[in-house]
């Protein structure tokens, strides 16, 4: 007999309870939404759809010689493993497991077992299938691929470069904005206008290395046409702003994706009447190291270089 798992939010999984379950086309964010408000009280082993999870799906998926990780900070112990699920159980109800930090491992190990499905529903025929299997929308094909074509919320579909800001001067019209001729890679510099002279003396905006959002829909700022965003850490009580800063070794033109994201395809111009932008951004901020991220989820150049701040954390990106 198969083993009744609990379903994520305290009560039976049941098919008809969206958050009670994990579905096999889940995306990483649609998993790491459900994680989070998933059941998980402190020492509690009774009727816990995490540890359950693990116990029945992650565990025996583990190779031989491979053990459970829960990843942690330094500062609160450094990472644990477990050898068994049983291990993993006793240290919860010790509660020297955060449920925060379970919650954080199950979604690593659940996306990876995950990918290859999702992989493999990007081909067309499975797609319809998919869609004739849900005929009321509610698809499940909805991957980390999502395109211009699907309304989901995920950031694949930001255009995020690496910039070199090749010339810089004070907006004739405003004495808060830089005028910025930028170098993303293209056949020639793209015009930027940033609200930054108050933030960063001009002389260290010449051959900066900066962060763009290069999908927005072209605006002029005070008469001059913007063709972007340079990426900012910000904060409003006190006012402080940092442009963010590439990881060395970082070229114009190159793309920053979002770990778990990273082969979905941006929008060609974000849509402003559906404000995807100012949807997705709420959850863009720095952690606690000042590393730029996506609800938990790191920006990253292709290298796997990681994109920061010079001092802000925990705070909205902008």
Known sequence: MNPMVPGLTGSKMSSSEEESKIDLLDSPA?????????????????NNGVLSFSKHVIFPLLK??????????????????????????KAFALEEVHPGDLKL????????????????????????????????????????NANSTNDELVPSRLDIRIGKIVEVMKHPEADALYVEKIDLGEEKPRTIVSGLVNFIPIEEMQNRMVVVL????????RGIE?????????????????????PEGAIPGERVFIENFENGKPDEVLNPKKKVWEKLQVDLKTNSDCIAQWQGNNLLTKSGGKIKSSTMAVAPIK
């Open 30 to 46: 649609n998993v790491k939404k459900k994680l989070k408000k998933a059941f998980c009280e402190p020492g509690n082993i009774e």
């Open 64 to 89: 031989p010689e491979e053990k459970f990780i829960v990843s942690r900070k330094e500062e609160y112990g450094g990472d644990l493993t477990f050898d068994t699920f049983e291990h993993l159980e």
């Open 105 to 144: 491992a199950v979604e690593g190990y659940i996306n990876r077992l995950l990918e290859p499905i999702r992989k493999k529903f990007e081909k067309p025929e499975l797609k319809k299938l998919a869609d004739q299997a849900y005929p009321s929308g509610k698809s499940k094909t909805t991957t980390s």
């Open 214 to 221: 290069c999908n927005l829909k072209p605006a002029k700022m």
């Open 226 to 246: 913007s063709q972007g965003m340079v990426l900012c850490a910000s904060v409003d009580d006190p006012k402080k702003v940092e442009a963010l800063i590439p």
